[in-house]
């Protein structure tokens, strides 16, 4: 890592170029490629400019400002001019990338642009998880945007202008559902909206990351609110729909445990098993067989 000392002056920031050329908007999209170059590897610096990549294959790894981020699939990773970046590990990504700088953004006469919060940023954040239909939103948005970029339409930075407003608003309401801290009522809104997608979906997702997804949060942010709310652990609340829809199978009918494994969403019972033993303290059919006898 290259350490900047007092020689350097300051965290060196660079432009919005193409072929040396500077740009206000600049799109590419990505297949098997490297999001940046070599030339500033292992090396702090800023953009001069706001820059979105939207990832759907790819590894690897950076660091904004103290905080390490291993690239993932379904992520939008954004940035900010003031944020500070340290690149750690290169490898191939698909995917689009999209930056843009101030003078882009005061083409928007209004203003609003630049008060939204994946502009404004106040929880220095930098990925933004997105559930299978926010992913296939910004990447049509994205298609479009590139599409325009790439002809020489008649009012093209107009039209791209009008695409950025969607996507950046689009992007401000999962920023502020990911980052923005929940009051109490709030909190108990999101308990609420997690137990309503437990029940449609618990045969089918047993982790909370999936959940958290759905609800466009991280699964860290869900966890303490859920927490917070019902002095149970998020994970808690799906096993124990589990283990109630497991217990009233083998109440109620006569299908094996591993039927019932499987009907649950348990590839392996084996491990069916080994769950309802460990949250019920028996095996299922010890469990079968004693309740029926309370019931003789």
Do not use: C
């Amino acid at each position: 890592m290259h350490l900047l000392t007092a020689s350097d002056l300051r965290i060196p920031t660079y432009p919005l170029e193409t072929n040396g050329q500077a740009e206000s908007l600049q799109i590419r999209k990505m297949s098997g490629v490297t999001v940046h170059g070599q030339n500033d590897l292992l090396i702090s610096h800023r953009k001069g400019y706001y820059f979105l990549v939207l990832l759907w294959e790819g590894s690897g790894r950076h660091w904004i400002d103290t905080t390490a981020y291993s690239l993932q699939p379904h992520t939008l990773y954004f940035t900010v001019p003031r944020q500070v970046i340290l690149k750690e590990e290169l490898h191939p990504v698909s995917g689009f990338n999209l930056n843009f700088t101030e003078e882009f953004l005061a083409l928007d006469g209004s203003g609003t642009l630049r008060q939204l919060p994946i502009i404004q940023n106040p929880h220095n954040g930098h990925a933004l998880r997105l559930a299978p239909a926010d992913m296939a939103f910004v990447q049509d948005i994205l298609e479009k945007m590139y599409a325009e970029y790439q002809a020489a339409h008649p009012w093209q930075y107009t039209m791209l202008l009008a695409y950025l407003n969607v996507l950046l608003v689009y992007l401000s309401r999962l920023y502020t559902a990911q980052y923005h801290p929940l009051d109490a009522a709030d909190g108990a809104v999101l308990l609420g909206k997690f137990r309503t997608r437990i029940e449609e979906s618990f045969t089918q997702h047993h982790d909370v990351g999936t959940y958290a997804d759905m609800l466009h949060l991280s699964a860290g942010h869900l966890s303490e609110v859920v927490k917070e709310q019902s002095g149970k652990s998020a994970i808690a609340h799906i096993h124990e729909r589990l283990v109630v829809e497991a217990k009233r199978l083998l109440f109620h009918t006569e299908q094996s445990s591993k039927e019932i494994a499987f009907q649950l969403g348990f590839e392996d019972a084996s491990y069916f098993n080994r769950f309802f033993k460990r949250l019920t303290q028996q095996t299922p059919l010890q469990y079968r067989h004693g309740v029926r006898e309370m019931y003789q």
